[in-house]
């Protein structure tokens, strides 16, 4: 029959145009045919001139998945349960020495090759291991993500059944680094206030704009998958994580995930609410990371612990039933969910097992399957299976609770526990190991079952935003989404609504622009960073001295100046020492939350949780030991100016990662400014009244370490909090504009 379809040519693929149907994507170098049936247009991803359910795009998407998973081979639907290490796009720079890539056996710069070539290990884990789930990192630029996209696309869709590459991305909109992988973004995409900088608005609605502003630049940058929202109850103030979270408020936090995943989910004017315009969202992390053992992070084995001295495991489950779970919008739910690494201790109510939470068949099969009746993708965080390292601080597999295991056998257990996915796996031999151990255990016909119903999952989700139908970019729309004037303006409201005014004695802000400022240097000692590296002595001139210029007169000396403006960060510390277990000791050490050196009086005599391969002892307390903050030097820098400035201003601009002990910082400062990771441009704006202050504090700000020792990591909002020298309290919801205190809001 002829076609009503047309057809239009591309950069390096075509369009065919369905009229009132889907417009199709087909690399230009395609082996797949048209099928034409009722005058409109179909790939024939079999070559067999007969239309399969799985080809028929007016078909729902679980009806398409469950016809495609049942042709797939167990070697293919391995490859579909595997998710790639962080892909750094083109494979050169710092990150590429830690996640590598070569081009024809070379390295980018000795291989003339294009920013947007595939690497050896990218061809290799599609076209040999099947993957098709790939975490993007790093991207040069727009025009490099738009046509690495294309060509990653055209090679999977000569491949076999034709299944496209569903890319994905850690959060892409934040101004800085904070604890977990950031992603690189040479594109110019628009930032926004992080997670508890959006909670310091108070407002859901801007949280749902920014989903679907966020939505539309992953979309045209080739990413369908959002490794996000954070959800975690952030109810352990040393956490690392901390930032990354909506806050410890159950509601709030809620309504926020339901906000954020219907933005980035929606396709307006769909049906099913599902479209080309959805980005998928994983929410994490299951059954939520926050209540950590001394607020340790379970990236490293020290910090493995999840803890309930409050016997509050349910109420870290509320974000997602109330929240991402309950969707208004159309999609009804987060597509997929990410279990923490956490051993989430003593909570297993049905086998009694200390095991990691992927790993963990109650949590995953009897409470998330069954009780709470999700049926989206589960995602193992990325290298569960993978060996731990030879020190408890190694950044390496994160295998917690399960290291006895090796890692086919690993994979085994996690299939068991209800996973669908393994999150930072390009290698499918451990997978296809796992089937066959288990295929002796329960049998083929079971194992394919098993394999299969994970299939279905991950399928269906490609099918809902449209990849089988057009994975393909049009780079001059890309170009014209990412980094789009509007999206950027409103990225930066979102940062300068998030700052909250916490001290404005005798009125000193806002500034008057152009007043001469003096802007010191800050020193941070040496500390072990994110990936467990020991990082340089560390003398640096703060951002925001050259933003200033653009409002202040930036002067030489504090001498000269009207007032002194100090950019600082909160306390950084980590909660373990090498050098304390080279010492005799368990290496354990607190993780403070104030400047000056802390001595740990009040800390457990033994730890809630503890056993680990390479300790002697299940004890991890750190009661009587010290610790200080590797930026202690912040606060001198505030003392200096306190002495030097005598009766003239000293404004503290505090970047805020996690809650803070106030009292040795507050007294010496006029006024004080708390930002969550923003654009330093915006702390100006709010200093020299170009924009009011609006943010309220989304966190506790406790009154000494003492009430942080003694609080339950899994209980929200019990801390005594700080009151200042102007009879302030600290307390979540506090905040200031330039006529006095905010009044709190519903």
């Not at 989430?344 to 992927?358: C, T």
Request: with cysteine; glycine share 10%; aromatic share 10%.
């Amino acid at each position: 029959m002829e076609g009503k379809w047309t057809k239009e040519s591309k950069d390096g693929y075509v369009i065919i145009h369905n009229p009132g149907g889907k417009d199709l994507g087909l690399a230009k170098d395609t082996r797949v045919q048209l099928i034409t049936e009722d005058g409109l247009a179909f790939k024939d991803f079999l070559g067999t001139g007969k239309l399969a359910p799985y080809e028929d795009w007016r078909l729902p998407a679980k009806e398409r998945a469950k016809d495609l998973a049942a042709r797939l081979s167990i070697e293919e639907i391995a490859g579909l349960m595997l998710y790639s290490a962080h892909q750094v796009i083109p494979a050169c720079g710092p990150q590429a020495e830690t996640f590598g890539g070569t081009y024809h056996g070379k390295k980018f710069m000795e291989s003339g090759a294009k920013s947007w070539d595939l690497t050896d290990q990218q061809r290799e884990f599609l076209l040999k291991d099947k993957v098709r789930h790939v975490l993007i990192l790093e991207l040069k630029d727009t025009e490099t993500a738009v046509r690495w996209n294309n060509n990653l696309q055209a090679l999977a869709e000569n491949d076999g059944f034709g299944i496209p590459a569903n890319n994905s991305s850690d959060p892409r909109h934040s101004v800085g680094s904070t604890a977990e992988y950031i992603a690189q973004t040479g594109e110019p995409i628009s930032k926004w206030a992080n997670g508890i900088g959006l909670t310091a608005a108070f407002d859901p609605e801007q949280v749902k704009t920014f989903g679907q502003i966020a939505s539309r630049e992953y979309r045209a940058l080739g990413i369908t998958t959002a490794l996000s929202p954070q959800i975690d109850l952030a109810t352990e103030p040393r956490w690392m994580r901390f930032a990354d979270t909506f806050g410890e408020d159950t509601e709030l936090t809620a309504e926020m995930a339901r906000a954020y995943c219907d933005g980035f989910q929606t396709t307006p004017g769909s049906e099913d609410g599902w479209g080309e315009e959805s980005v998928h969202t994983m929410v994490k992390h299951f059954p939520g990371g926050g209540p950590c053992e001394g607020g340790r992070d379970a990236h490293y084995a020290y910090g493995k612990y999840a803890v309930y001295p409050g016997e509050n495991f349910k109420e870290h489950l509320k974000p997602f039933t109330k929240g991402a779970f309950d969707l208004k919008d159309g999609t009804g739910s987060a597509s997929a969910v990410m279990p923490y690494y956490t051993v989430s201790w003593n909570q297993d109510k049905k086998n009694g097992e200390n095991v990691g939470n992927s790993y963990n068949r109650y949590l995953i099969q009897d409470l998330l399957r069954e009780e709470l009746g999700y049926d989206g993708v589960v995602c193992t965080d990325w290298g569960i299976t993978r060996d731990m390292g030879p020190k408890e601080e190694t950044f390496s597999g994160k295998c917690w609770g399960v290291e006895g295991l090796d890692e086919a056998g690993r994979h085994l257990k996690a299939l068991e526990a209800g996973v669908d996915q393994f999150g930072g796996n390009n290698d499918a031999e451990p997978l296809l190991t796992a089937y066959e151990r288990g295929c002796q255990i329960y049998g083929e016909e079971a194992m394919r079952a098993r394999l299969e119903r994970s299939a279905v999952r991950l399928l269906t989700n490609i099918f809902r935003v449209g990849l089988f139908e057009n994975p393909y970019l049009d780079l001059k729309a890309s170009l014209e989404t990412v980094g789009n004037p509007e999206y950027v303006k409103k990225g930066f409201e979102s940062q300068l609504r998030s700052i909250t005014l916490l001290k404005n004695r005798g009125n000193v802000l806002p500034l008057k622009q152009k007043a001469k400022v003096y802007i010191p240097n800050r020193h941070i000692r040496p500390y072990y960073d994110f990936m467990s590296h020991r990082t340089e002595d560390c003398f640096m001139i703060p951002a925001g001295k050259e933003a200033a210029k653009e409002y202040f007169t930036v002067v030489d000396t504090p001498q000269e100046a009207d007032a002194a403006l100090c950019f600082i960060e909160s306390p950084i510390s980590q909660g373990y020492s090498p050098e304390d277990r080279a010492a005799g000791g368990n290496g354990y050490v607190p993780v403070t939350l104030q400047y000056r050196p802390y001595q740990a009086e009040y800390a457990r005599e033994i730890s809630i949780a503890g056993g680990d391969p390479l300790e002697e002892s299940a004890n991890r307390s750190y009661r009587g030991k010290w610790n200080t903050a590797a930026n202690e030097e912040d606060l001198d820098m505030v003392v200096r100016m306190r002495e030097i400035m005598g009766e003239k201003p000293v404004v503290v601009s505090v970047s805020m990662k996690n809650p803070m002990v106030m009292a040795e910082l507050e007294p010496l400062a006029d006024a004080v400014l708390a930002d969550y990771g923003v654009n330093p441009r915006a702390v100006c704006q709010v200093a020299c009244g170009e924009f009011a202050p609006q943010g309220r504090l989304p966190l506790q700000l406790p009154a000494d370490m003492k009430t942080v020792e003694e609080q339950k990591e899994d209980v929200a909002f019990d801390m005594k909090c700080y009151k200042d020298s102007e009879g302030h309290v600290y307390d979540f919801g506090f905040g200031m504009d330039f006529s006095g205190v905010i009044e709190k809001r519903s």
